[in-house]
């Protein structure tokens, strides 16, 4: 089976982190985001795997060719010269994905679940029409896309209302879906809106359907969702008792959902969790409180910090008894000074904070 | 304590006599009537009196004018009154009988204030025990009669054993007080009155006292009370020496004056016309009473007296609202650090010199505590915790890998582990205690009144918080009532 990953530009509204690196290689809960999806890919039987961007991909080409190792599969990169917006790169990409006449997975790159793609195929197999859309369900349905089924089928979509004021329903789009080999056929070589051009083609012809999605759901293009997503990545690693996190048994694991990264190390006195993911080669000096928050590689904790909802890009550095807080990103080498406090700053790359940031800002 | 007094004070006036200038030393300790009675201990602290004949007056007293008046020292004078507050280990007021006793001629110290005379029995008690060579009393008025007011009122007390001279101290002054450089140039230019005089930014000058001066003879010129416009950048300190023979018989002039017609604020103009003539108090009984040093007395002196000015070079502060106690704290800290004071801690990694721990205080090794902090007797800070430019009172609890940045804990405070009680650094030679933050004013230092406590992880920034409040959740830029 064949599969592609809508990568697209420069995943500005996670910067500072995507200034470092390219969205998909950002670590999510210690492993890049796209390893989590090529992973899922790989165990669903899927070969070829096509990543659609608009910028060149030198840094990514090595990671991908690990993966291709180790999993045993192919990873083409599609390159639009301009944007094609969201169906435009399947066009794109029609000669890998017409290799056979299988049905491919399209998914966006930003989205992070408990990816069901065997299960999916097998549910566009047994409907047989030309494709399926995974479908969450959220509690404000005024705010997205909703998808509204034909009165007959559990299953089969009627229409989509875009930001409903009157609820006509709960499940909206996810961001995944498998299509036949034919629904290229149905898109130009163009800038073009597969949500808003291509699907409505399909539903008119009533050959679209919906899939149900178990467990979380997020888009995580933006560092405040991104840390929502660990919170639901690690309760989801939680409830599936996985043994890579770290043991509510350790003095300084409080409230579990932790992950640490075995060469990482914790210093004494420490609370940590819930919710954290800390990275390889972390150090975390003594009496640290660390809660909702994702500390990145290379990056240093010293002693009586404390780091709520914030995500510490690589190799930077919070001194003692520093306070970061509400949505705080670091970039990769920033130093925040012992004692300062940062209240939801954006610091870019390289930066040294010597003085408190007191209301939510951008330091560039 | 007061029995003994008595017994000295022939033998000291009779050493006067015998060719000595005597020296009285008088503390204004004035607080405002109308206020609670814990906040009405402080008004007039006592003068001292002096074995050759200077006498010292130290004024004890809190703010004058404004209807709220004496409260700006609020939360923390609702719990201790303010010549009491400890900075740099010692109340405000032993910092200033510390100086008064560093005068050779001083034997006398009366406190003058409006506080009921319990409030300061103990302190009197403990001074005059760690300055055996100075008698200390106070002189309670009954009713608010202002900083020379209170002067003449207890003229007979300060008089007696006819010292030539008399120092007048403002309580709420934290400064070097270098009364024996003011003494020299006292003798030198066989002067009436010196005042202790220092230079602030332009800006600030106007909500001072300024001195206008003769740059070569030091003479005073002009004198004007908080001016509306710009006059001169040298001003007031709220410590004088004053001839025994020039200032009372000034007061008793201003006195009659002050019956005659109603004080002129400021040279009437068409703009201030209708305002320039102000009662000084609600009841035209106390406002006859009511006479100021500032206002109704150094004018005067400017014009007709030999008077003077030392202008120091050393620090200077006022001690207003209750933030500026820190400064006030670090400034204290700083003297004893170039003192070499014992009292200090020793410097170690963890300490930061200057720093003040009560002996009975517990710090734990891992604490890093420093510069300019106080802590106070059975406070305990935990391992990991983090004070620096901040007086934590005593039986306090400053838990483990907590943040306290300029800041107050009131008496029996606790903050909790990884909170973060912070205020914002007053720059050096600023003498504001407030800033604006997103236009609005607030506090620059935080200030937990007593026994207040934060919870744990807990952040609390620039605010003030009234006593008995427990913060559970972040607040910054607040009043807590």
Redesign the interface.
């Known amino acids: 089976m064949k599969a592609i990953i809508l990568v697209g530009g420069f995943g500005t509204r996670l910067r500072p982190l995507t200034l470092t690196l390219p969205k998909p290689l950002v670590e999510f809960g210690n492993k890049p985001m796209i390893y989590h999806q090529i992973e899922a890919l790989a165990a669903a039987g899927v070969t070829d795997i096509v990543l659609a961007v608009n910028y060149r991909p030198e840094v990514m080409e090595k990671h991908l060719a690990e993966y291709e190792e180790e999993f045993g599969i192919n990873i083409t990169f599609s390159i639009e010269s301009e944007p094609l917006g969201t169906a435009g790169p399947l066009k794109l990409a029609e000669k890998t994905l017409l290799k056979d006449d299988s049905p491919f997975f399209v998914l966006n790159s930003d989205v992070i679940c408990d990816y069901p793609f065997k299960d999916l195929a097998a549910f566009h197999k047994s409907h047989g029409d030309e494709g399926t859309i995974v479908v969450t369900k959220v509690e404000e349905p005024s705010k997205y896309g909703v998808i509204v089924h034909k009165p007959s089928s559990p299953s089969r979509i009627d229409r989509f209302v875009e930001k409903p004021v009157e609820f006509v329903g709960n499940r909206i789009n996810a961001g995944i879906y498998i299509l036949n080999t034919s629904v290229l056929s149905r898109i130009d070589l163009r800038p073009t809106s597969i949500e808003q051009e291509t699907f409505p083609a399909i539903v008119r012809d009533g050959l679209l359907h919906s899939y149900d999605l178990e467990g979380f759901w997020m888009d995580v293009g933006q560092p405040k969702d991104f840390l929502s997503g660990t919170c639901l990545y690690l309760s989801s690693l939680t409830k599936k008792g996985d043994d890579s996190l770290a043991s509510s048994s350790l003095p300084y694991v409080h409230g579990g959902n932790v992950l640490i990264d075995p060469s990482a190390k914790i210093g004494r ?1 420490c ?1 940590v969790g819930p919710n954290v993911t800390i990275g390889p080669n972390v150090v975390i000096g ?4 660390l809660q909702r928050c994702v500390i990145l590689k290379g990056s240093k904790v010293k ?2 910090a ?1 780091v709520k909802s914030t995500i510490v890009g690589w190799n930077s550095t919070v001194g ?2 520093a ?1 970061l ?1 509400n949505v705080t990103v670091l970039g990769d080498d920033v130093t925040i000074r012992d ?1 300062v ?1 940062v209240n939801g700053g954006s610091v870019l790359p390289h930066k040294e904070i010597k003085a408190n940031v ?2 939510p800002s951008i330091i560039m | 304590m007061s029995l003994q007094v008595p017994s000295t004070i022939p033998h000291r006036a009779k050493d006067g006599g015998q060719g000595h200038a005597s020296t009285k030393a008088v503390i204004l300790v004035k607080l405002p009537p109308y206020i609670s009675p814990r906040e009405a201990c402080a008004p007039w602290l006592p003068s001292f009196n002096t074995e050759s004949k200077v006498e010292m007056a130290m004024s004890i007293h809190s703010d004058v004018g404004g209807p709220s008046r004496g409260t700006r020292f609020r939360p923390l004078s609702l719990d201790v009154p303010k010549p009491l507050f400890d900075v740099a280990g010692h109340p405000i007021l032993w910092h200033c009988v510390t100086a008064v006793s560093k005068v050779p001629s001083i034997h006398e110290v009366y406190m003058i204030g409006y506080y009921e005379e319990s409030v300061f029995r103990d302190f009197i008690k403990d001074a005059s025990t760690e300055f055996p060579n100075l008698s200390i009393k106070y002189l309670r008025e009954y009713q608010a009669l202002g900083t020379a007011g209170g002067l003449y009122h207890f003229r007979d007390a300060l008089l007696k054993g006819r010292p030539e001279r008399i120092f007048v101290l403002n309580s709420d002054v934290c400064c070097s007080f270098p009364l024996n450089d003011m003494l020299k140039l006292f003798v030198d230019k066989d002067a009436e009155a010196v005042i202790l005089g220092t230079r602030v930014s332009q800006d600030a000058a106007n909500t001072f006292g300024c001195i206008v001066s003769d740059n070569h003879t030091r003479r005073v010129l002009h004198y004007v009370e908080k001016p509306e416009s710009y006059i001169s950048n040298l001003i007031n300190c709220g410590v004088y020496l004053f001839s025994t023979e020039a200032i009372f018989p000034s007061i008793k002039t201003a006195i009659k004056r002050r019956t005659d017609r109603p004080r002129l604020v400021s040279y009437p103009s068409s703009e201030n016309l209708e305002s320039s003539f102000m009662y000084d108090d609600e009841d035209d009984e106390g406002r006859e009473k009511v006479i100021r040093l500032e206002q109704d007395i150094l004018s005067d002196m400017a014009d007709s007296k030999q008077f003077y000015v030392y202008e120091t070079k050393d620090f200077w502060r006022q001690i207003k609202t209750a933030g500026s106690a820190v400064p006030a704290n670090a400034l204290y800290l700083q003297q004893a650090l170039q003192s070499q004071s014992k009292e200090l801690a020793e410097p170690t990694p963890n300490i930061i010199p200057p720093v003040f721990i009560h002996p009975s205080a517990r710090v734990e090794p ?1 604490a ?1 505590i420093g510069p300019n902090v106080s802590i106070g007797p059975r406070s305990h800070v935990g ?4 004070i ?1 430019e901040s007086i934590i009172l005593e039986d306090s609890e400053v838990k ?2 907590s ?1 306290v ?1 300029y800041s107050i804990v009131g008496w029996g405070g606790r903050v909790g ?2 909170a ?1 009680v ?1 205020g914002t650094a007053i720059p050096a030679n600023s003498h504001k205690t407030s800033i604006v ?2 236009g609005v004013k607030v506090q620059s230092i935080t200030i937990l009144g007593k026994e207040c406590a934060v919870g744990d ?1 807990v ?1 609390v ?1 620039n605010c003030v918080c009234l006593p008995y409040k427990e913060l559970k959740r972040d607040v ?1 830029n607040e009043i807590i009532m």
Not at chain 1, 286 to 289: E, H, I, N, T
Not at chain 2, 383 to 386: C, E, I, P, Q, V
């Open positions: 006195n609370r003594d009496g640290v409180r002693d009586h404390w003692k008894w306070r807080e004692e406090y007191d209301i | 891992t890093k391992a990991g915790a983090r620096k483990h890998d943040c940045l582990a990884w973060r912070e933050k997103n992880e952040r920034q910054a």
